[in-house]
């Protein structure tokens, strides 16, 4: 009779189908009842390896929880619900949604999260950049997945992170294409022309985001102080359904099978027709009769430094007082049709302007002005930072106006000029430059000889 092993102690046996078994005891189970862990190998040395590397987890504590573990695609819908939604701002959630929903799960999904290997992902990315994503779209989606597993490996839901031992593909930043100084006087030239002309002196003259600006709201305007205190934000959200089963409600809208190649309904579609339809999908909330949570919404800054406040330019007053007084024989002309959002920037009815249609107006002005395209955070923002930094301003100061957490996020929005460098170059020049006015001239010739010259050296010694 062999002897009782004591408590935690592992075992290994040679069993009947041949194979090396190990036994490992990690605890107990949350009924109470012994954890054990299996192992098996072909060959004895290879079952003691494995037993010593899950007694090592064991002992420091980062052995996996007991139970099936689920796969990437279930795990990313419970981080995504469960988790990720207290903390991120709505359009960030939509985001990491749409990327899991559209990348992560159609290519690893199926995997159980500790069966999970390196080149899984990187078979993933690779497929992602051959389909025409974008670098810094794939490594996006490389964050989201790395932080779910991050989440799932603290919770010892598995051994490693997997994704941190993978490289994401290399994204060139993208560089700013700012309006020059003329180019931004001709462009708030045409935009004075429109009743949005207050908008776009706040978005380029200001440098305040797209969101910013449109949620601006007059109780957040302090006049007499001349500051705008930037604390909200408008934004589109996606709807969300508020019913018991969102695959039956949106059923009449699914679409199962992809479009013709000669479709009718989707032609003026700027992106082109929609995806078919997932098996399952719970998408077309818009269309839920209880639907909630989207639309054009106020929501808070993302950062706490973006709501510092921010001087109004002492030039910029007249103007505002003089939207003010237009906004107000608005309200007084649509009558009981008026909606008061209390906003800066409304629509006739009162409603605030919708960012698709604010987008639109910048590059129909854009065109308007004969200005190359470019985006509307080019238009706005970086122009306002370079400007700023043509006009001598300092790098500290600049972020205050543009309200940034770090001084390197601004050093990317301000973009250097070619004519400025080569102006502080000729300044260079000038101070190291020696005191004459120019080179020297000689005005004799020496036409001595060698010989001459040697003479003239014995006669003087």
């Known amino acids: 009779m062999s002897p009782r092993k004591s408590n935690m102690e592992s075992s290994i046996y040679l069993g009947s189908d041949g194979w090396f078994h190990g036994r490992v005891t990690m605890g107990v189970k949350n009924d109470g009842s012994p954890d054990r862990r299996h192992r098996r190998a072909k060959t004895e040395p290879e079952i003691k390896r494995k037993v010593r590397e899950l007694e090592r987890l064991r002992?420091?504590?980062?052995?996996?929880?007991?139970?099936?573990?689920?796969?990437?695609?279930?795990?990313?819908?419970?981080?995504?619900?469960?988790?990720?939604?207290?903390?991120?701002?709505?359009?960030?959630?939509?985001?990491?949604?749409?990327?899991?929903?559209?990348?992560?799960?159609?290519?690893?999904?199926?995997?159980?999260?500790?069966?999970?290997?390196?080149?899984?992902?990187?078979?993933?990315?690779?497929?992602?950049?051959?389909?025409?994503?974008?670098?810094?779209?794939?490594?996006?989606?490389?964050?989201?997945?790395?932080?779910?597993?991050?989440?799932?490996?603290?919770?010892?839901?598995?051994?490693?992170?997997?994704?941190?031992l993978v490289d994401p593909p290399s994204v060139d930043e993208t560089e700013a294409n700012p309006f020059t100084q003329k180019e931004a006087r001709a462009f708030l030239e045409a935009a004075s022309k429109r009743p949005t002309f207050m908008r776009w002196i706040v978005g380029v003259g200001m440098g305040f985001r797209q969101g910013e600006t449109l949620g601006l709201r007059w109780s957040y305007v302090d006049l007499e102080a001349e500051l705008f205190h930037p604390k909200w934000q408008l934004q589109r959200l996606t709807w969300r359904h508020g019913c018991d089963d969102p695959h039956a409600c949106g059923g009449r809208l699914h679409r199962f099978e992809p479009c013709p190649p000669d479709c009718a309904p989707h032609k003026d579609y700027k992106r082109g027709c929609p995806k078919p339809c997932p098996k399952g999908c719970t998408k077309h909330a818009s269309a839920c009769p209880l639907r909630k949570e989207g639309g054009l919404v106020f929501t808070r800054p993302k950062t706490k430094k973006s709501q510092n406040a921010v001087p109004i330019p002492p030039v910029f007053i007249p103007f505002l007082l003089d939207h003010k007084a237009q906004q107000d024989e608005m309200r007084a002309a649509a009558g009981e049709l008026w909606q008061e959002y209390d906003v800066v920037f409304s629509r006739p009815d009162g409603r605030p302007l919708d960012p698709r249609a604010d987008y639109e107006e910048f590059k129909e002005l854009l065109r308007e002005t004969g200005i190359d395209d470019r985006r509307l955070y080019d238009g706005s923002r970086h122009t306002a930072g370079t400007i700023l930094n043509e006009l001598g301003v300092d790098m500290p100061t600049i972020m205050e106006i543009l309200r940034h957490t770090q001084i390197s996020q601004t050093r990317r929005y301000v973009k250097g000029r070619s004519h400025l460098s080569k102006d502080a170059m000729r300044r260079m020049g000038e101070f190291f430059a020696p005191p004459s006015a120019g080179p020297t001239e000689t005005r004799t010739e020496t036409v001595d000889t060698r010989a001459a010259r040697a003479q003239r050296r014995r006669r003087i010694r």
């Open 59 to 164: 002992d420091q504590g980062r052995a996996p929880i007991a139970g099936r573990k689920p796969t990437v695609a279930k795990w990313m819908e419970t981080y995504l619900t469960d988790i990720a939604s207290l903390k991120l701002k709505p359009r960030s959630l939509d985001d990491y949604w749409s990327k899991t929903r559209n990348d992560t799960i159609p290519g690893v999904g199926q995997h159980r999260i500790d069966k999970l290997r390196p080149e899984h992902l990187e078979r993933m990315y690779r497929a992602l950049l051959d389909a025409g994503r974008a670098p810094s779209h794939v490594v996006k989606v490389h964050r989201i997945l790395s932080r779910a597993l991050k989440i799932a490996h603290r919770r010892r839901l598995i051994g490693e992170n997997v994704a941190t």
